[in-house]
């Protein structure tokens, strides 16, 4: 297997569950190892610096771009960046690696341009909307004005599910468990 430039990126909707998915195969899978991203947001309670993400100052964040540090980077929500620094795509793969990627649909399109078929990129589907606005009030780390800013940014999400190498439908999670891991391996293998 050559893991030169390989790499998984889950995208869709927040809510619609690629971090537990990306978590799970982390854990039973040693070849892949997550790719913490930087971003202009607050932590939640309960998240770490370096391990949820890299937490940044906006100067911060603005003079990385401007020194090109980033593979790609886009405001998910107004006045929120999130970016993948290429730096730490490298210290997964110094460490014989396979990054994973939790993106957006935006920064997931830009880095499917750029890695082709190299990349395998898994659109999770929540099921629907209602399902995906449940899941999100159930999670309780967002207020109901932030719930609603992803919601809304879900209709739009949602729209580029086609344009991914796969759509994981995530109503049934030991489904969804079952067919990634699939998917996976197959991908491991080529
Ligand atoms: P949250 O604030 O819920 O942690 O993340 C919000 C959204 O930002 C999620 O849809 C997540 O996939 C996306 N995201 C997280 N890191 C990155 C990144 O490095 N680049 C891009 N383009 N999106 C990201």
Redesign the pocket.
Known sequence: MNIDNKLVV?????GAG?STIAQKIIREIPYFEF?V???T?KPRNGEQEGV??YYLEIDEFEAKIANNEFL???Q??EG?Y???LKAELERIRNKGKIPI????V???SHLKEAYGSDGLFVFVHPGSIDILAERLKKRG?EDDRSIEK?IRRASF?LEYANKFDYVLHNDILERADKEIAEVITNYLKK
């Not at 889950?10 to 927040?14: A, E, M, N, T, V």
Request: aromatic letters at 16%.
């Open positions: 889950f995208c869709g909707p927040s690629k790719s991203s930087a971003t947001r949820h993400y790609e980077y886009e998910v929500y929120l999130y970016g993948t990627l939790d993106l957006d935006k920064g997931a780390t992803r999400e």
